[in-house]
């Protein structure tokens, strides 16, 4: 079970870089992006089942008992808290990158 909330946890910090740096990128607003992230990570407790197969628990190598050591709701709670912090490390890339000046609008001037 283990290796499966492992997988899982990966999976949302993963979403939760793309869906921050995709915020950013359209808004240029680190409030609008954590609310976009935070939204989301709301929806992920809300809507997503957080119960386990135990037939994949079986599969991974784990004892189909295994399954219910967390209950439902923590399993979701762990995926949106995962989300957060890929939010949080997608923020501190971007204010890394707006130290370094790489966020700015080039302005295109070598078009008329």
Do not use: H, Q
């Not at 359209?26 to 386990?52: E, Q, Y």
């Not at 939010?87 to 890339?93: D, F, Q, R």
Request: one cysteine or more; a positive charge.
């Amino acid at each position: 079970m283990i290796r499966i909330l492992i997988i899982e946890c990966i999976l949302s910090g993963v979403f939760g870089v793309i869906s921050f740096r995709l915020a950013w990128t359209f808004s240029k607003s680190k409030k609008i992006s954590w609310g976009v992230s935070i939204i989301l990570g709301a929806i992920v407790v809300i809507f997503v089942p957080g119960g386990m197969n135990a037939g994949l628990i079986s599969e991974y190598g784990g004892k189909p008992s295994d399954a219910m050591i967390l209950p439902p709701i923590a399993i979701s709670f762990l995926r949106s808290l995962c989300l957060l912090v890929g939010a949080w490390l997608a923020s501190l890339i971007v204010r890394y990158r707006e130290k370094m000046g790489l966020e700015r609008d080039p302005g295109y001037k070598d078009f008329p």
